[in-house]
């Protein structure tokens, strides 16, 4: 089946710590997203990454980084700069360069990240 | 800054009936609108893009765009109980494929 796993599922950190969250696609998008949602509010875009080896900044990378050494993987660090971690983390991919302005996005099932 | 408005809700329609949500935009420059539904505790599914003036129907799904009055919305004719979720409207931002994301549409289906 094609699609994009996350994980852990749910994750529990203690103050301090980093703490690193997992996602892959085997749609074969070039495209990878990390969202934040917290609750009754919308999605914010933490980081993006259209090709290999490349990454963007979004709305709230601070205390956030990436990586994208694989095109299926596209893994978030959460680190103890992130003042208020306690949220709902979405993964997306998109197929990318191809047909730009009409893109769609496609969600993992999400890990919802709980300091405690 | 850019910005999509949505009515949080909730939307609260009887079993049978047409719910009608909608959507909002700041930036005159979109061409691409989304809307997604997410159950509670679940991630976002995409239901329905748009990209041209009109409607756009796909089975009990019409999305509306009106780009001279930037809004577009989603009818759900023939609403079911397990239509009850939150619907997330969103616009593809231009320069790079960013999509803005309004607060999102809460509804509820009663029998």
């Known amino acids: 089946d094609g699609g994009i796993t996350q994980s852990p599922k749910y994750l529990f950190r203690k103050e301090g710590q980093n703490v690193t969250l997992s996602c892959e696609q085997n749609l074969n998008h070039d495209a990878m997203y990390w969202y934040r949602q917290d609750p009754g509010q919308g999605l914010r875009l933490i980081y993006y990454?259209?090709?290999?080896?490349?990454?963007q900044k979004g709305d709230i990378a601070e205390g956030y980084s990436v990586s994208r050494e694989k095109k299926e993987s596209f893994p978030l660090t959460v680190t103890s700069a992130q003042k208020n971690p306690t949220a709902f983390y979405l993964c997306a991919s998109s197929r990318g360069r191809e047909g730009r302005s009409r893109d769609e996005q496609f969600f993992g099932p999400g890990t919802r990240l709980t300091v405690l | 800054q850019k910005e999509v408005e949505q009515n949080s809700g909730p939307l609260s329609v009887p079993e049978g009936a047409i719910a009608s949500l909608n959507c909002t935009y700041s930036?005159?420059?979109?061409?691409?609108f989304f809307w997604y539904r997410q159950y509670s505790g679940k991630s976002p599914e995409l239901i329905m893009s748009?990209?041209?003036?009109g409607d756009k129907e796909d089975g009990r799904f019409t999305a509306q765009l009106n780009k001279a009055s930037q809004y577009v919305s989603l009818l759900i004719r023939d609403s079911q109980p397990s239509d009850s979720a939150t619907y997330l409207c969103a616009e593809l931002s231009g320069g790079y494929n960013k999509l803005i994301f309004g607060a999102g549409t809460r509804l509820a289906v009663h029998p």
């Open positions: 748009i990209y041209s003036n």
């Open positions: 930036d005159r420059g979109s061409q691409s």
């Open positions: 990454s259209q090709i290999v080896n490349d990454f």
